[in-house]
Nanobody, 124 residues
Framework: QVQLVESGGGLVQAGGSLRLSCAASVRTFSNYTVGWFRQPPGKEREFVAAIGRLGPNTYYSDSARGRFTVSRDNAKNTVYLQMNSLKPEDTAVYYC?????????????????WGQGTQVTVSS
């Protein structure tokens, strides 16, 4: 069983930055593909970014590309989501998810493990 803990959320003004962290309970976190998803208020969950388990391959949603960067520190068993140029529409609960079989996926139901989420609020 893999436990994921997100941190780094908070309140930020539009144009600001936040870095989210997803820390895993396993030492072999490098063997997991990790996705970031978000759920805006009153809306369905949506894909944000993913980083693969086989090398530094990454994938972004159209809204995240160019503003967000996903990376991993295998020594710390942690994946990061650096979010720059934040907009009010980025306001959501952000979740990380992990799976040991996926290469890369934007489909949340393909991930086995999920964190509890961290709130990101961007004020205008």
């Amino acid at each position: 069983q893999v436990q994921l803990v997100e941190s780094g959320g908070g309140l930020v003004q539009a144009g600001g930055s936040l870095r989210l962290s997803c820390a895993a309970s396993v030492r072999t976190f490098s063997n997991y593909t990790v996705g970031w998803f978000r759920q805006p208020p009153g809306k369905e969950r949506e894909f944000v970014a993913a980083i693969g388990r086989l090398g530094p391959n990454t994938y972004y949603s159209d809204s995240a590309r160019g503003r967000f960067t996903v990376s991993r520190d295998n020594a710390k068993n942690t994946v990061y989501l650096q979010m720059n140029s934040l907009k009010p529409e980025d306001t959501a609960v952000y979740y990380c998810a992990a799976d040991s079989w996926l290469i890369l996926s934007m489909k949340g139901d393909q991930y086995d493990y999920w964190g509890q989420g961290t709130q990101v609020t961007v004020s205008s």
